[in-house]
């Protein structure tokens, strides 16, 4: 399996992965082009974690073929590990240290880094690049981590959840961050409980649900997929409210309006990729 020649960043078959009695990974096959935004999306303890782990090397799998970048992580080597950006989670950079020194710092690991003060504006910190990293907030430390898994100039970027504890505003500049970086050309997965993210952000995605890719394509595509039956709403002539979920919307419309000159109340919806999703995790309930 080599992943460079058929255009592949990632080229994943039949991977597999338990923790004792836990199937964490139950068979995922995952093909991620190179250049393309890849959304990994599912519900808590879907695998996503353990998945991107495996990519990144710092996890053995029990089965399964693996190929990052051209590579099986499971044996890279430095000049493989240089290739790929990892986002740690807050404890890779000393906290006395300022946002500047740290990225400098960190640059100093790669053979050809990106500039450190185009990284800190990339990531939206330069008036942040002489502060302390124990007096930034929650978001600005995530933006730093990003800077760390940037500075690099990684081929092809893994995130594990990267706006987790964002507020909107942070989410909204992150995801402009994301987009800079895939124009650049890098290619990037992202794993992400929100539907918005993936749908705002990545080229296709993957449903995850018990360590199995449930669905997989264009947000679009999933949506037109999974997601074909409309809902029809009206109002009765005796006033009440009705709702009618149909594959064939053009006939309800049809029968109505031989009813009604115009239809009162008269709306149409598709299901949403929120919908589609929660069908496809088996949590159609919770909403
Ligand atoms: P989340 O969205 O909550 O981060 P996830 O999709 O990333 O979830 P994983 O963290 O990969 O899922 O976990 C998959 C399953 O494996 C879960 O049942 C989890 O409890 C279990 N698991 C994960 N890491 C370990 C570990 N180190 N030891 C034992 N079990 C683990």
């Known amino acids: 399996m080599t992943t460079d020649a058929n255009g592949l960043a990632v080229d994943v078959r039949g991977l597999r992965k338990q923790y ?72 890779s950079a000393p906290a006395e240290l300022t946002v500047r020194e740290t990225v400098r710092h960190f640059a100093r690991y790669y053979p050809r880094p990106r500039d450190p003060e185009q990284v800190i504006g990339l990531v939206g910190l330069g008036a942040k690049a002489d502060s302390r990293i124990k007096g930034l907030s929650g978001g600005q430390r995530r933006r730093l981590d990003v800077a760390l898994g940037v500075i690099g100039d990684p081929e092809l970027l893994l995130l594990d959840e990267p706006t987790t504890g964002f507020d909107p505003a942070a989410r ?23 539907l918005e993210e993936a749908e705002e952000l990545a080229d296709r995605l993957a449903v995850v649900a018990k360590g199995r890719v449930v669905a997989e394509g264009t947000a679009a595509a999933l949506r037109d997929r999974f997601g074909s039956e409309a809902i029809v709403e009206w109002t009765e002539a005796d006033g009440r409210p009705r709702r009618e979920r149909t594959g064939t919307p053009t006939r309800t419309v049809t029968e109505l309006a031989g009813r009604f000159d115009e239809i009162p109340g008269l709306r149409i919806s598709r299901p949403t990729l929120e919908d589609v999703y929660l069908r496809l995790t088996g949590q159609e309930n919770a909403r």
């Open 20 to 91: 004792g009695d836990v199937t964490a990974v139950d068979g995922i096959d995952l093909e991620i082009r190179r250049g393309e935004v890849f959304g990994l999306l599912g519900p808590n303890g879907a695998g996503k974690t353990t998945t991107v782990e495996i990519l990144q090397g710092n996890r053995d799998r029990d089965g399964g073929e693996v190929s990052v970048l051209g590579a099986d992580p499971a044996s890279a080597t430095r000049a493989w590990r240089s290739k790929v950006g990892i986002v740690w989670q807050d404890e």
């Open 172 to 194: 909204r500049r992150f995801w402009e961050l994301i987009r800079t970086l895939a124009d650049e050309g890098t290619t990037i997965l992202l794993t992400t409980h929100y």
